[in-house]
């Protein structure tokens, strides 16, 4: 009898597990059927799984199109994404580093200061960065895309927190060996920190590749436009492009689920170890 309950209960976890699945893979399903599909296909009134015809021209259709340039927005979030997550890594793990391990009287008054910047909404800060961005001349520029993300708050308060409870034998060992707190911390403690610099690293990309307002505003010329502001092109007050937007979303998540399964396991490990909700 026990036994049968037990393999019930797991008969409906996998049931119930399948079932979640497929509704997660709706949203993905209906930008993959779309995308195939031609203008009247997406507005029929009869909806069909998938239409008659799969128009695989729609994609080298959306990357001729001369009114948006995709490839280079493509290109301009890579390197923004990449580049962002870069150098908020090292950042911000080197200062949750020295924050957690550097000994330093007004350490913690460092730290409340970098925790206050998280109730300042985004709202506030956006004029002013504007008008410095703009002052620099750094409109239209990657360096006004990239520069003023680098350091966000959240990213520090994880490092510290996790640097809190890293093995001190580790660090011990290092000192003994005559390191440093720059080495010690670039030989011994990054190596041993991969699993949270994965999860930190993958929230970071996913906002600024996922970032629209920002972009829209500092990326005034359509050499500088990112994958989101040239996705919100495709849908003006003068033309409705709906099949070159569904495909060009599609394109767009690839490169997010290609980061997931790379770095699969360290997210999930990071994530246990960091407590990133």
């Given at each position: 009898?026990?036994?049968?309950l037990?393999?019930?209960?797991r008969?409906?976890?996998?049931?119930?597990?399948?079932?979640?699945?497929?509704?997660?893979?709706?949203?993905?399903?209906?930008?993959v059927?779309n995308?195939?599909?031609?203008?009247?296909?997406?507005t029929?009134p009869?909806?069909?799984?998938?239409p008659?015809e799969?128009r695989?021209g729609?994609?080298?259709?959306?990357?001729?199109?001369?009114?948006?340039?995709?490839a280079?927005s493509l290109?301009?979030?890579a390197l923004?994404?990449?580049?962002?997550?870069?150098g908020?890594?090292?950042l911000?793990?080197?200062?949750?580093?020295?924050?957690?391990?550097?000994?330093y009287?007004?350490a913690?008054k460092?730290?409340y200061?970098?925790?206050?910047?998280?109730l300042?909404?985004?709202?506030?800060?956006?004029?002013?960065?504007?008008?410095l961005v703009s002052s620099?001349?750094w409109?239209s520029?990657l360096r006004g895309?990239?520069?003023?993300?680098?350091f966000?708050?959240?990213?520090c308060f994880?490092f510290?927190?996790y640097?809190?409870g890293f093995p001190?034998?580790l660090?011990?060992?290092?000192?003994?060996?005559g390191l440093?707190?720059?080495?010690?911390y670039?030989?011994?403690?990054?190596?041993?920190?991969?699993?949270?610099?994965?999860a930190?690293?993958?929230v970071?990309f996913?906002?600024?590749?996922?970032?629209?307002?920002w972009?829209?505003?500092?990326?005034?010329?359509?050499s500088?436009?990112?994958?989101?502001?040239?996705?919100?092109?495709?849908?003006?007050?003068?033309?409705?492009?709906?099949?070159?937007l569904?495909?060009?979303?599609?394109?767009?998540?690839l490169?997010?689920?290609?980061?997931f399964?790379?770095?699969?396991r360290?997210i999930?490990?990071?994530?246990?170890?960091?407590?990133?909700d």
């Amino acid at each position: 009898m026990d036994d049968a309950l037990v393999r019930a209960g797991r008969a409906l976890r996998l049931v119930l597990l399948v079932v979640l699945a497929l509704l997660f893979l709706i949203p993905f399903y209906l930008l993959v059927r779309n995308g195939l599909s031609s203008e009247q296909d997406i507005t029929s009134p009869e909806w069909t799984f998938f239409p008659g015809e799969l128009r695989w021209g729609n994609i080298r259709e959306l990357f001729d199109d001369p009114s948006v340039p995709f490839a280079r927005s493509l290109l301009n979030s890579a390197l923004i994404a990449v580049a962002t997550t870069l150098g908020t890594l090292f950042l911000a793990s080197l200062a949750g580093y020295g924050l957690a391990r550097i000994p330093y009287r007004h350490a913690n008054k460092v730290f409340y200061g970098i925790l206050g910047t998280l109730l300042v909404p985004a709202a506030v800060t956006f004029v002013p960065s504007f008008v410095l961005v703009s002052s620099l001349g750094w409109i239209s520029t990657l360096r006004g895309l990239i520069v003023p993300t680098l350091f966000p708050a959240f990213a520090c308060f994880v490092f510290r927190q996790y640097f809190l409870g890293f093995p001190r034998e580790l660090e011990d060992a290092a000192q003994v060996d005559g390191l440093g707190y720059w080495r010690t911390y670039w030989r011994v403690v990054v190596p041993n920190a991969r699993p949270v610099f994965a999860a930190v690293g993958t929230v970071v990309f996913l906002g600024a590749w996922n970032s629209f307002l920002w972009p829209l505003v500092i990326g005034q010329d359509r050499s500088a436009w990112t994958v989101q502001v040239a996705l919100s092109s495709f849908t003006t007050s003068q033309v409705i492009r709906l099949h070159e937007l569904f495909v060009a979303a599609v394109v767009s998540v690839l490169p997010l689920l290609l980061v997931f399964l790379c770095f699969q396991r360290w997210i999930v490990a990071g994530v246990e170890r960091s407590g990133i909700d």
